[in-house]
């Protein structure tokens, strides 16, 4: 079992940048595939970000050019930072772990970030 933690969001002015960490407890992170989601107020939630067990990223369009993902096998911690923010990335933002062409998958509980003058 994984459980995962995410840190780091809070309030920034647009244009502003964000670090969020997802440290997970358990074993076994190096072979899951790590995502980040979010979810806008009346909005669904969407993929935001991913990289692979094997460090291949892909990017919302949105985002490309301003966040990236990343990861630190040895320390069980995903990373996603974020730069040139927008209102419109006001969101709870959500760590996800899953191991391909299987059900597993889990998430954090999330963290609130505010794009606000």
């Known amino acids: 079992q994984v459980q995962l933690v995410e840190s780091g969001g809070g309030l920034v002015q647009p244009g502003g940048s964000l670090r969020l960490s997802c440290a997970a407890s358990?074993?076994?992170?190096?072979?899951?595939?790590m995502a980040w989601y979010r979810q806008a107020p009346g909005k669904q939630r969407e993929l935001v970000a991913s990289?692979?067990?094997?460090?291949?990223?892909n990017y919302e369009d949105s985002v490309k050019g301003r966040f990236t993902i990343s990861r630190d096998n040895a320390k069980k911690t995903g990373y996603l930072q974020m730069s040139s923010l927008k209102f419109e990335d006001t969101a709870v933002y959500y760590c996800?772990?899953?191991?391909?062409?299987?059900?597993?998958?889990?998430w954090g509980r999330g963290t609130q970030v505010t794009v606000s003058s």
């Open positions: 990289i692979t067990s094997s460090g291949t990223t």
């Open positions: 358990g074993s076994g992170f190096g072979i899951y595939d």
């Open positions: 996800n772990l899953a191991r391909l062409f299987t059900a597993i998958s889990y």
